[in-house]
């Protein structure tokens, strides 16, 4: 059983909800577009969009509600949702989790890798780059130093958080002591360190997507272009044409940039 968990901005915090609402829908119909059923949906989110409810009566879809907080850092909000939905996974058993920003796409051959392979979980060392609109695709070296959608864990219940952070200072505290909280680009190298190595996966798990204005870490730059250069060109390789299996695989589809 693979566990995706989607921590999702609420409205206030979104530079467009109409256009965060859009891409996290897409990021829905991509996760659970998988080609073995035995798959679950954690979300974390203070606002649910008004789209959601057909998601809802699968069992397999839960949603956590959170507070809402005033005031605070991107980072800082994904990071206590990523933490619930953690906690939430402990109390299923652990096991495989992938987190995924709720912008991002992944492959449909996920949860049958996961249902045929037992290991510490997997890193991708190759994934995909999108610019809303374009019709091609970059692909990106080690994808997981810049997107947080690009490792599976097979977490044991004693590596998963208990609570809910209660305050940032919690959180912090949460993030130095479980390897689940850390920031997405140190766990292949946490997981290393503590022995239990995470494997290559054997195919692209990831489609990251930019230019879409909802982009926490590249928002956080003076500007797109910025967070781009410094982020990601340094790392991409040859452009690929989309192709129909491509898109079939990933769930792509455009988003009305509105």
Not at 71 to 94: F, L, Q, T, W
Not at 198 to 225: R, V
């Amino acid at each position: 059983m693979i566990t995706f968990g989607i921590p999702l901005k609420g409205a206030e915090a979104s530079n467009n909800w109409k256009m965060t609402c859009a891409l996290f829908m897409r990021t829905m119909r991509s996760v659970t577009s998988q080609d073995c059923n035995e798959w679950r949906v954690i979300v974390a989110c203070e606002d649910v969009p008004p789209d959601f409810d057909g998601y809802l009566r699968d069992s397999r879809v839960e949603v956590i509600q959170m507070p809402k907080k005033a005031s605070i850092d991107p980072m800082d909000d994904k990071g206590r949702k990523v933490n619930a939905i953690a906690c939430k996974h402990r109390e299923y058993g652990a096991g495989y989790l992938m987190l995924v920003d709720a912008d991002d796409l992944v492959s449909n051959r996920i949860a049958s890798l996961c249902k045929s392979t037992v290991c510490n979980g997997f890193y991708a060392k190759r994934g995909y780059l999108y610019f809303e609109g374009h019709r091609c695709l970059k692909v990106l070296n080690d994808p997981w130093k810049m997107c947080g959608s690009c490792t599976i864990v097979n977490w044991r219940t004693d590596e998963l958080p208990t609570h809910f952070a209660k305050d940032i200072e919690d959180l912090n505290q949460l993030r130095d002591r479980y390897i689940v909280n850390a920031s997405h680009n140190l766990i292949p190298q946490l997981m290393y360190e503590a022995g239990r190595p995470l494997m290559q996966s054997p195919f692209a798990l990831t489609i990251y997507s930019c230019g879409n204005g909802e982009n926490n870490s590249l928002n956080s730059a003076k500007n797109l272009f910025v967070g781009i250069i410094k982020n990601a060109l340094r790392k991409v390789r040859p452009t690929i044409i989309l192709t129909a299996e491509v898109v079939e695989e990933f769930s792509l589809y455009p988003v009305k940039m509105e």
